[in-house]
């Protein structure tokens, strides 16, 4: 039973199916920007903590890099909640097309296409116009 190659496909496709959600989870936008912002806020935050009176009169009274850190340390930490809350894994698993029996020819979206589209299906149906010298 061990050497049975139908049992060794469906054990290596059960592991290629994790590690391409592991995958998607990794490389997930969500993360990464998430990321981006927390790293880049506190930085601005840091350095909002060492601002002088010089740099906080430029800005009319106002420490910016510290409030503008806070702010996307906040968006930041958003992001990457939101990213784990929902897994873009999950997510993909849910959006696969209904399956349609085998043989049926019918249009995935369910209506016949109008306009250009349907021009460009039909190819070599399409009615050429005669030109004047024809008609004549």
């Keep these: 039973m061990a050497d049975d190659p139908l049992i060794s496909q469906a054990e290596s496709a059960e592991v ?8 998607a989870n990794i490389f997930d936008l969500r993360r990464i920007i998430g990321g981006l912002f927390v790293v880049y806020g506190v930085i601005l935050f840091v350095l909002g903590l ?9 800005a009319a009274g106002w420490n910016l890099n510290l409030w503008v850190g806070v702010a996307m340390i906040v ?3 958003l992001f990457v909640v939101w990213a784990f809350a929902l897994p873009l894994a999950e997510e993909l698993e ?43």
């Design 75 to 77: 968006v930041g930490v």
């Design 94 to 136: 849910g959006d696969e097309p209904p399956q349609r029996p085998e043989g049926d020819r019918t249009i995935p979206g369910g209506h016949a296409p109008l306009g250009p589209d349907a021009a460009a299906l039909a190819g070599s149906k399409t009615v050429r116009r005669r030109s004047r010298r024809d008609r004549d």
């Design 50 to 58: 060492g601002a002088s009176d010089a740099e906080i009169d430029k």
């Design 16 to 23: 290629d199916a994790a590690s391409a959600r592991r995958a």
